[in-house]
């Protein structure tokens, strides 16, 4: 099965996306996604955002599970916890389990730039702000280069504007303004969506190998399990 490498590389990139509120408490909110693969359900992504002072906080976790004539093929699991500030992360801890692959990554930033520690190496970046695959912060999508949460590499990116689109959510018809994130490098293609009014992160399409198709899209009936697991386990370490 051919969809293995560039899922794991798409679900990488996926990972720090939000959209509309599901729960919003004072500075804080608790959001929840279905990941779907050609329209069947294989996963949740959910995460909780808040605000400490100037600093924000946003708290990852996902899991995915493909399988075919019920023989599991793909596994992946992800927490990650990154720290922001004026628009630049400072903080990123992750850790994942990509079909048996384990990735942790530890980034921060100090005066001279970043320095991004994983399990396969270290390296160093000279420059004051950089952005992950950050979907619910629009100013990602000016950015030539990103973070990857999974792996820690930093990745180069093309954005380009598709326009505006009706998606259909659920039971409601939405308005959305479309945008193609491209990682040549990384074979990578992605198709992210904001509902034209709000502004707000609705969808998220993902072409794998053999033309299958990955999708995210809002999950109203995820969030209390979700962010539940996430209070019990005190975040994603």
Excluded at 178 to 205: K, Q
Aim: overall charge negative; hydrophobic content about 40%; proline content about 3%.
């Amino acid at each position: 099965m051919k969809i293995t490498k560039r899922m794991q590389i798409a679900a990488a990139l996926a990972l720090t996306m939000t959209g509309p509120a599901v729960a919003v408490e004072a500075g804080q909110q608790r959001l929840a996604f279905e990941v779907l693969l050609d329209d069947k359900p294989i996963g949740s992504h959910s995460f909780i955002i808040r605000d400490e002072g100037p600093s924000r906080i946003v708290e990852t976790r996902a899991s995915f599970d493909v399988n075919v004539l019920f023989v599991p093929v793909f596994k992946y699991r992800h927490t990650n916890t990154e720290t922001w500030r004026n628009g630049c992360v400072e903080q990123i801890s992750s850790t994942t389990d990509s079909n048996g692959k384990d990735y942790r990554v530890a980034v921060a930033k100090n005066a001279s730039g970043y320095e991004i520690r994983t399990n396969r190496g270290e390296s160093s970046l000279g420059t004051e702000c950089m952005m992950s695959f950050a979907y619910w912060d629009r100013r990602f999508l000016e950015q030539d280069r990103l973070i990857n949460t999974q792996t820690g590499e930093v990745i180069p990116v093309q954005v380009k504007p598709l326009g505006k689109i009706s998606l259909q959510l659920a039971d409601r018809e939405v308005v959305a303004e479309g945008y193609r994130v491209l990682a040549e490098a990384e074979d990578v293609d992605i198709r992210v969506y904001y509902d034209d009014t709000t502004g707000h992160w609705v969808s998220l399409e993902s072409v794998l190998e053999g033309g299958r198709k990955m999708r995210y899209v809002p999950a109203m009936g995820l969030l209390a399990s979700s962010a539940d697991d996430l209070d019990r386990t005190g975040g994603a370490q």
